[in-house]
């Protein structure tokens, strides 16, 4: 059975108000829908379709109005961005110039954050399967900690720092089985998800932590899931059960020195209602402002989400169905939050006469084999003929990052606008890279191995 389509009981925010919100966004009359003041028509001119755009301004901004917010409430705090949400060099790079270090959660990561600049001091390794290579990597660069995910972990880390004659430095991460209230994929802090070690059995496995060879507990780090949009009452339970752990810790004699506090500030893709850093910040601050701690935040959609667009152009328009379908190039490959999650986008035509013209419900879908390729079901949209330009907004964040080539179709390009210029941060996959890599088997099977 097809699963149901989200039903919202609000109207869709118009093209003017979606707009508004967005200010890494312009409509100019004459060149049409602008990130900062590059036209969207002209990038897809000279690099073409599909194409992720993100705003260098905007990234920028983010990342100090969440430095700021943090050190408003007096807090010492770090922040690691979480590379999974756009591992781009250039956007990791640009939020390292920012003062933000970086979360990774595999040794590409770590790589490429390394390859960005990131100073292996400001990375930090979650993940709920580390590999003993990704150890050993992670420990060879002496990165600032490796958030472990249960006894098991510990023990793995413990052998393979003691192999190395190393001790690493770590925190535990811990599920305080608190409901953020977000989409069932990508809720982390219930005892159901895998993630973390029940709260109750948090200070035995600390207490053994500290008792292991090669092993230098640091603190504790918590996650609660992603996408956090009812304000930041579940932030505020977990810091506070958080909180109360560091004082059991302390009492019973061991360090607590970090607490890293996670990500998952959500965003208002439609007409959503997050918590602001301001308000993660006095929530952070409510739980465990007296404790003395460090804290590390590891956010990545609040920051690169809303600087990052899609840019598509229509294939055709489908009307003699029952049903009004407008094909574009891009598809789930690209961009899987709506196939996976159900998740809303706004969508805006980029010319300046399609943005006033009258609209009528369209399915917006890829070319993919797939009805899961559909980007949105019954949307208000202009009429959109072929080669005009859509954009699919806030696609800054686990976007290009969790995009395939499945259907044989390249990775897309990435640009990044900065003021009035604009740059290829990424090249569009050549068809060639597609089958790089393989070959046909030997005939016969000789050469095949036994
Ligand atoms: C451990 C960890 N840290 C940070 C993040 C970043 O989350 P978000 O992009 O929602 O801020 C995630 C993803 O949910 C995560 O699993
Ligand atoms: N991929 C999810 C977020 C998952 C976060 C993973 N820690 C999304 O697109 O919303």
């Known amino acids: 059975m097809a699963a149901p389509a989200p039903v919202f009981d609000s109207p869709d925010p118009s093209f003017a108000d979606l707009l508004a919100a967005r200010p890494a966004l312009a409509m100019d009359p004459i060149a049409g829908l602008m990130v900062e003041e590059v036209s969207l028509a002209r990038i897809a001119d ?43 060099l250039a956007v ?47 420990l060879a660069e002496d990165i600032l900690q490796l958030n472990i995910e249960s006894a098991e972990e510990a023990e793995m880390l413990s052998a393979v720092a003691a192999s190395m004659g190393k001790r690493a430095r770590c925190a535990l991460r811990v599920n305080p089985d608190v409901d953020a209230k977000t989409h069932a994929k990508i809720t982390t802090g219930l005892t159901e998800n ?7 059995m948090a200070p035995a496995l600390y207490a053994k932590m500290c008792a292991l060879p090669g092993l230098d507990p640091v603190g504790l780090t918590v996650h609660i899931g992603s996408q956090i949009a009812q304000g930041v009452a579940s932030y505020r339970a977990a810091y506070q059960r958080l909180g109360q752990l560091v004082r059991e810790l302390r ?17 208002p893709y439609r007409d959503e209602t997050p918590g602001t850093p301001a308000a993660l910040a006095g929530a952070i601050k409510a739980g465990l402002g007296d404790l003395g701690v460090k804290i590390m935040l590891e956010p990545g959609r609040w920051i ?15 009307q003699a169905t029952t049903r009004r379908f407008v094909i574009v190039d891009a598809a789930m490959n690209d961009l899987l939050r709506p196939a996976m999650y ?7 035509p980029v010319s300046a006469a399609a943005f006033h013209a009258p609209l009528s419900p369209a399915d917006v879908v890829g070319p993919v084999c797939e009805s899961s390729d559909t980007f949105t079901k019954g949307r208000d949209l202009p009429a959109l003929p072929p080669n005009s330009l859509v954009t699919f907004l806030d696609a800054g964040a686990y976007g ?10 390249p990775l897309a390009a990435e640009v990044m606008v900065e003021g009035n210029r604009f740059t290829v941060i990424r090249d569009r996959q050549s068809h060639a890279a597609l089958i790089e890599g393989q070959r046909l088997p030997p005939a016969d099977h000789a050469g095949w191995a036994t």
């Open 400 to 409: 290009a990052s969790m995009s395939s080539t499945y259907n044989a179709r």
């Open 342 to 348: 159900e998740a809303w986008h706004g969508i805006l």
């Open 92 to 138: 990791v790079n640009l939020l390292h110039q920012e003062g933000l270090g970086a979360d990774v959660v595999s040794e590409g990561e770590l790589r490429a954050a390394r390859a960005a600049g990131v100073p292996a001091s400001g990375i930090v390794f979650s993940g709920v399967g580390k590999t003993e290579r990704e150890m050993r990597l992670a």
């Open 46 to 88: 000279v690099v073409g379709t599909p194409t992720w755009v993100y705003s260098a301004t905007t990234l920028r901004r983010r990342a100090r109005s969440l430095r700021d917010a943090l050190a408003e409430a007096g807090l010492d705090a770090s922040i690691h961005f979480a590379t999974k949400s756009n591992p781009a």
């Open 194 to 200: 895998k993630f973390g070690v029940p709260i109750a």
């Open 251 to 267: 009492a019973a004699g061991h360090p607590v020195l970090r607490v890293d506090c996670g990500g998952g500030l959500g965003i």
């Open 304 to 318: 690169c989400g809303p600087a990052g667009v899609l840019l598509a152009r229509v294939i055709v328009e489908k």
